[in-house]
């Protein structure tokens, strides 16, 4: 899976690489065709490293909206507009170069001694104008609004929007080809990868019986639910699970009670978040008279998961996928112990 | 009856439609509306996104009837579906579109105004900003558990109906434009505050843009006990008052002179009114369009004699609800579309349709 993503990047940067070495320099192209050479013979790269680890400037790349962003020299100043992306520049131990996060960011800690630049939907684009970053990681949220504005200031903004576990891996990997850290950012994506492996090879030979049915629950009132597009269902399926409304075209939808007691999930996952009244979902999941009698309920398993972790698609997606893991199948990795 | 139309129309000029000579038509639509409001139940009952043969639907609600037993061949879950989930809310729905109804009718008849509905003087609004609050601080759940938000939204709309009741009441009297406009002030002020809230309600934004469309995917028979009683109650006594309802229809002080006590009529419909309202409201959030449309093409049907106007309505009220729901959580099942999309999307066009065909009744 994951040298397909490589392979496609890599190819397409060979291809992004010729068209912009033939404008400029003859040695340019040399090395963009010596990364094309490379990408041919991927599958001989045992040990899975790319041979360029240098980024070349002016860099063009196509972010996760399918925007084509032209990065003219190696940025030295970030502003982050998503927790996630946050926590990827720390991870990466880049943070020193980070100036500007939102008011969401809380982990690592220190993230929250960071510049404010706005909420997560709500950027204060006066605030990010006045920091005038090199580069600026934002995510789908900011498509039709922020992202334009910033690109009319002359800000190169970058945006992070993953739809899958590998989409994680691959704006990982994205974020350190645009800030000239591929170096980081393998090393960061190989540890994640192994984890994800460690999980996904023990649960890809389970028996379609052997997988649990599983209710993710965002909220209670209404009941709202992860359908087919959200990434939270590609998350269970991953653990080894089936949600039960994987089938939903609305990425997260609103259930009733019926679907629930029809289809009978066996287990049941509600994310809780931070403040008062976070853990209501979770008291009604665990309460309401009239899920007593489904086999999570009869089995005592409902589990609650950290929204911050399961909701951010960064690098402590592996830790909420771990956690999944466990709560699906704890006769192979060990019961939840929350 | 001696009413008549003229001086109907002259005093109350805004209130369209006159006495129908022939009330025996309006008892069997009674009737027949009646049973259609059964078929309603009946098939919602056995509509879901959960498929259960109508045989066992049947079989469970009659298993339920006292001294009768049917040794069921169902499952607990099923018999849950049945019986706590679509029961309690078949029920609520139909009670909320009869609240909604006749709440509409009467301070239509109240105002003589044909624009007004059962949130014009602030309802809705006082409602919604106790129920977003509620919503957004997450406060009373661990105590109130569901009961939270329906608690908060019936503080807000007493709240909000008791500051322009204030407002409007000079010395004994309370003057209706006066209360009218009031509400439609402290009503749009009220709007500010909600679209205030909803710019920092963060991650809780889908639970309240769900509630201000309303929605019965709640209902269960905790709700059903509480809002039921309410609505009944609340509708007996403006029935008591549908022969002042119509003398006010001449103007306030025809209606002095003719024996109505005009300002205990308003306090008692007033009060009877927003109850009513606010118990449906609290519950499922806000559902525009039946309060104004159902009473209108009740009127444009069957006449505008509050005696016939106000059970037609309440009837007609009930069975458009519970189609609606029908609608709401079967077009894209298993998700669920917010029922008030429902009422304004099949409700306004079939209104217009009415207003064209019946011009002549109208104006």
Known sequence: MLSDIKMKLNSKS????TAVASIFLSLVLLLGLAGGCKTADDTENEDDTPVVTEVSYPLTVTDQLGRTVTIQSEPQTIVSLSPSNTETIYAMGLEDKLVGVTTYCNYPEAAADKPKVGGFSTVDVEAVTAIGPDIILASNLHESTVIPQLKQLGLTVIAISPDNLEEVISSIE?????LNQVEKANSLVDGMQTRIDAVTAKVKNLSDSQKPRVLYIIWYEPLMSVGSTAFITDLITAAGGVSITAD?????????????????????????????GADAPLIFMQDEPRLAAIDARINGNIYSINTDLIGRTGPRIVDALEQLAQMLHPEIFGAFSG | MGVNTSLNKENCPAVPGGLHPHWQGRLYAMLGLLGLLLLAAIFAISFGSVEVPFFTTISIIISKIPFIHISPDWTVNTQII???IRLPRVL???????ALAVAGATYQGLFCNPLADPYLIGVAQGAAVGA???LILGIGFDILGI?????????GAFGAVGVVYMLARVGNRLTVTTLILAGVALGSFLTAVVSYLITVSGDKIHSVMFWLMGSFSMAAWDSVKIVVPIVIIGTIVILLFARSLNLIQLGEEQAQELGVDVERMKIF??????LITAAAVSFVGIIGFVGIIVPHAVRLIWGADYRFLLPLSALVGAVFMIMADIASRTLVAPNEIPVGAITALVGAPFFLYLLRKRTRMLF
Do not use: H
């Open chain 1, 14 to 17: 060979a291809r992004l690489g």
């Open chain 1, 174 to 178: 994205l974020i350190g080809k645009c």
């Open chain 1, 248 to 276: 939903s075209v609305e990425a997260y939808p609103t259930i009733s009670l019926e679907t629930v007691l029809g289809a009978n999930p066996q287990v049941i996952v509600v994310g809780t978040g931070m403040g008062s």
């Open chain 2, 82 to 84: 049945i019986w706590d």
């Open chain 2, 92 to 98: 609520l729905a139909g009670v909320v579109g009869m």
């Open chain 2, 132 to 134: 977003v609050l509620g």
């Open chain 2, 147 to 155: 009961f939270a938000t329906p608690l908060f939204a019936f503080v």
């Open chain 2, 269 to 274: 419909l007033l009060t009877a009114a927003t």
